[in-house]
């Protein structure tokens, strides 16, 4: 496959972050997906995530299975480590490389096919083990590599671009994700790059797993009459719960509301989330309220996005291993290999 680079010159008048980079440093190669597909639009809001919190782009470790979506972290921040995982196993080779390289960023790319078909055990137990990463799913509905088919997300009675109608019900990533036990949920559109790109912000600063579905449309397969995740479905039956921004502990970052109830949210990193409330009776600190929340309105038809849960004093992995603070890919053999006073030690304990 032949690869059309970008051009490696940056004109000297572009903004720079507090680290020096400009935004064309966190672009990767020219995209070969279809035009107009909604994961360019991911993609360009991750570049732009990375941009304003500042992150060095050799800090961020991305990851990815099989599928469309997953050809998506060649497209954003090239000077990051990556792994493109077999289908359905990001999850667990994120997580092992997680647990050898705490330090690193972690961020998952996955579709709702790699997700929530082949990969959903491995999605699971990712989560319910508090892996600290941020896992964006780009979600269509539908298998573009192989033509058009129903994914596990379709929504029943949705029908595909030759008229067929989904009979099967969809797994809903988001109610699933707080049920196991995720700690940032959010739920955004591709479209809308005003609330993605903070909801990407504050998943990247939280400790902890920060579950991100975002509806992407696809526009070969999957963006007609009769579509659940069409475009023109999704700006109709969209319900923003609130609106948000993410300050670094450094500098602030001011943006423009509605008016509305202003609620911060500090996270572990000292960043702080600002959650601008839409709807009077909504908790984003409320794990049960939220699925309640989110059952009512899917009752009603209409697709909840904005950040729907955040626990603000979550835990990883890490703390339920007990880890040592210092990654495990640094740590030598005088580190790791006890003395004989020390086994002797533990072999006593043992007897």
């Known amino acids: 496959m032949t690869y059309i680079a970008k051009p490696s010159l940056h004109h000297p008048s572009l903004e720079k972050n507090a680290l020096g980079f400009t935004r064309r440093d966190y672009e990767g190669r020219i995209s070969t997906l279809c035009a107009g597909c909604g994961h360019d639009s991911i993609s360009a809001s991750i570049i732009q995530a990375c941009f304003e919190i500042d992150l060095a782009p050799h800090r961020l470790a991305k990851f990815s299975g099989i599928g469309c979506s997953s050809k998506t972290p060649d497209y954003f921040v090239s000077p990051a480590h990556g792994f493109n995982a077999v289908h359905g196993r990001m999850p667990s080779v994120l997580t092992g490389a997680n647990i050898a390289a705490r330090d690193l960023i972690y961020l998952g790319v996955s579709g709702d096919g790699d997700t929530a078909s082949i990969g959903l055990g491995q999605f699971a137990h990712a989560v319910r083990r508090g892996v600290n990463m941020t896992y964006i799913v780009e979600n269509n509905g539908v298998y573009g590599l192989t033509k058009g088919q129903f994914s596990a997300t379709s929504d029943r009675g949705s029908k595909a671009k030759k008229g067929a109608e989904n009979k099967d019900n969809p797994i809903d990533l988001v109610m699933l994700a707080l049920q196991l036990g995720a700690t940032y949920v959010g739920r955004s559109f ?98 049960n309220a939220a699925l309640a929340y989110l059952a009512r309105k899917a009752a009603d038809g209409e697709i909840v996005t904005g950040l729907l849960f955040v626990d603000p004093n979550a835990h990883d992995l890490h703390d339920g291993m007990n880890t040592v603070s210092v990654p495990l890919n640094k740590l030598t053999d005088a580190d790791l290999i006890p003395s004989a006073a020390d086994l002797d030690k533990i072999n006593d304990s043992l007897r």
């Open 190 to 287: 591709s479209g809308d790059k005003t609330q993605l790109v903070p909801l990407i912000k504050g998943a990247l600063s939280h400790k902890g797993t920060a579950i991100l579905d975002v509806l992407s449309p696809c526009v070969a397969f999957n963006n007609h009459v009769g579509s659940t995740k069409s475009f023109d479905y999704v700006r109709e039956h969209n319900d923003a719960v609130n609106r948000l921004d993410v300050i670094s502990p450094r500098a602030p970052i001011r943006a423009e509301y509605a008016p509305g109830e202003l609620k911060e949210v500090t996270q572990h990193d000292g960043s702080i989330l600002r959650l601008r409330k839409i709807a009077d009776d909504y908790d984003s600190t409320d794990r």
